[in-house]
């Protein structure tokens, strides 16, 4: 099985044995992160495939030369956040994907950087030796090293059966946050459901994700800004919304970390000014 990753507009990008052999068609021409991180004004299939390419050949995405302490990609990212929270006590665990592991539940907030701060949308991935064990090297548990699945509900599940209460988990799906809901209130948990990954997401989907999320990010979807009714929000080309107290408790920690100044106001959010928006929202 190869390895699929969507990036870049959400661009579907196949990896074998290092290399990337299929590029399809990018959902998005424009985002403001890219363009202010990368240069990219224009995206297409071939600006995916050359960012995938930098990935594989800057830190070893999908390598067993895979590199998993990286420095803070964006202030506010799912993993920059989950981070702060475990360096502060306010998480016990985290259960996150990374290429070539699939699930993983780690308490090491330099690992949690590592594997999740240049992740872009997992699709499918495959079992690579070398990135499970540097995982486990760094106290990391994978789920299931001999399929590398991913499954976040079964990540929940051992992580509680791990003793751990306090637990941030990544959803990419709404069916996925509604089970991890159903796992806290059966087994007396207290997650924090992180929604990732939600462009394309139609608003059925995006409302049941926003429903059963304490935190979501915007990516490039029409419905997540439509829908949301945050407490807090950081950014506005590409914001991040904490949804709930505690998804707000875990953002506002992580401004602590921000070096540059910070500017803290109240105001009726989502603040989405249209010109820094991603062009073609889905």
């Given at each position: 099985?190869?390895?699929?990753?969507?990036?870049?507009?959400?661009?579907?990008?196949?990896?074998?044995?290092?290399?990337?052999?299929?590029?399809?068609?990018?959902?998005?021409?424009?985002?403001?992160?890219?363009?202010?991180?990368?240069?990219?004004?224009?995206?297409?299939?071939?600006?995916?495939?050359?960012?995938?390419?930098f990935?594989?050949?800057?830190?070893?995405?999908?390598?067993?030369?895979?590199?998993?302490?990286?420095?803070?990609?964006?202030g506010?990212?799912a993993?920059?956040?989950?981070m702060?929270?475990?360096?502060?006590?306010?998480?016990d665990?985290?259960?996150?994907?990374?290429?070539?592991?699939?699930?993983?539940?780690?308490?090491?907030?330099?690992?949690?950087?590592?594997?999740?701060?240049?992740?872009?949308?997992?699709?499918?991935?495959?079992?690579?030796?070398?990135?499970i064990?540097?995982?486990?090297?760094?106290?990391?548990?994978?789920?299931?090293?001999?399929?590398?699945?991913?499954?976040?509900?079964?990540?929940?599940?051992?992580?509680?059966?791990?003793g751990?209460?306090?637990?941030?988990?990544?959803?990419?799906?709404?069916?996925?946050?509604?089970?991890?809901?159903?796992?806290?209130?059966?087994?007396?948990?207290d997650?924090i459901?992180?929604?990732?990954?939600?462009?394309?997401l139609?608003?059925?989907?995006?409302?049941?994700?926003?429903?059963?999320?304490?935190?979501?990010?915007?990516?490039?979807s029409?419905p997540?800004?439509?829908?949301v009714?945050?407490?807090?929000?950081?950014?506005?080309?590409?914001p991040?919304?904490?949804?709930?107290?505690?998804?707000?408790?875990?953002?506002?920690?992580?401004?602590?970390?921000?070096?540059s100044?910070?500017?803290?106001?109240?105001?009726?959010?989502?603040?989405?000014?249209?010109?820094?928006?991603?062009?073609?929202?889905?």
């Open positions: 099985m190869p390895h699929v990753m969507e990036l870049l507009g959400k661009t579907r990008v196949v990896v074998k044995d290092g290399k990337v052999v299929e590029v399809g068609e990018p959902e998005v021409e424009w985002c403001p992160l890219f363009a202010k991180i990368r240069g990219i004004q224009k995206i297409t299939g071939e600006e995916a495939k050359k960012n995938m390419e990935r594989i050949s800057d830190f070893g995405m999908f390598t067993d030369k895979r590199r998993l302490e990286l420095e803070d990609f964006v506010f990212g993993s920059e956040v989950m702060t929270g475990l360096s502060r006590g306010l998480l665990t985290t259960v996150t994907a990374c290429e070539g592991a699939g699930t993983v539940i780690s308490n090491n907030p330099t690992l949690v950087q590592g594997m999740g701060g240049r992740m872009s949308g997992l699709v499918e991935t495959e079992p690579i030796d070398g990135i064990n540097g995982i486990t090297e760094r106290g990391g548990i994978v789920l299931d090293p001999s399929t590398a699945v991913m499954d976040p509900v079964a990540g929940v599940k051992k992580a509680a059966e791990l751990y209460k306090k637990i941030a988990v990544t959803a990419a799906f709404a069916d996925t946050a509604k089970k991890c809901r159903e796992l806290e209130a059966e087994l007396g948990l997650l459901v992180i929604g990732v990954h939600v462009t394309g139609d608003r059925e989907e995006a409302q049941a994700l926003v429903e059963n999320s304490d935190i979501v990010t915007s990516c490039a029409k997540i800004r439509d829908l009714k945050p407490l807090a929000q950081v950014g506005t080309a590409v991040l919304f904490a949804l709930t107290q505690k998804g707000k408790e875990l953002v506002i920690e992580r401004a602590k970390d921000i070096k100044p910070i500017l803290i106001n109240t105001m009726a959010l989502p603040v989405l000014p249209e010109h820094k928006q991603p062009r073609d929202l889905k």
